[in-house]
């Protein structure tokens, strides 16, 4: 069993960056992959990206060429930057592991002003 906890989150322009931590309860080192996931208000949770154990990075197509997800193993983190933030990347984020694998954290409230 693996906890998460996100943080990093707030309030930015359109345009901004801001960079999400995500801090795993034991070692990440040998989860095959770790995923990002967001769910805006009224809306289902979306998969917004992934990275596997050799670094390997996916993208949702709504993302793609903004957002880089990294992971240091070392600090049983995952992060998130994200750049040039658009009114609709306004949602609250998590982390997890293989896909959903485990119980989800409180998640990071990220808010987009337009």
């Known amino acids: 069993q693996v906890q998460f906890v996100e943080s990093g989150g707030g309030l930015v322009q359109a345009g901004g960056s801001l960079r999400l931590s995500c801090a795993a309860s034991r070692s990440i080192e040998n989860i095959p992959r770790m995923d990002w996931h967001r769910q805006s208000p009224g809306q289902e949770r979306e998969w917004v990206a992934l990275?596997?154990?050799?670094?390997?990075?996916n993208y949702a197509d709504s993302v793609k060429g903004r957002f880089t997800v990294s992971r240091d193993n070392a600090k049983k983190t995952l992060f998130l930057q994200m750049n040039n933030l658009k009114s609709e990347d306004t949602a609250v984020y998590y982390c997890n592991a293989n896909f959903h694998q485990y119980k989800w954290g409180q998640g990071t409230q990220v808010t987009v002003s337009s």
């Open positions: 990275i596997t154990r050799d670094g390997t990075t």
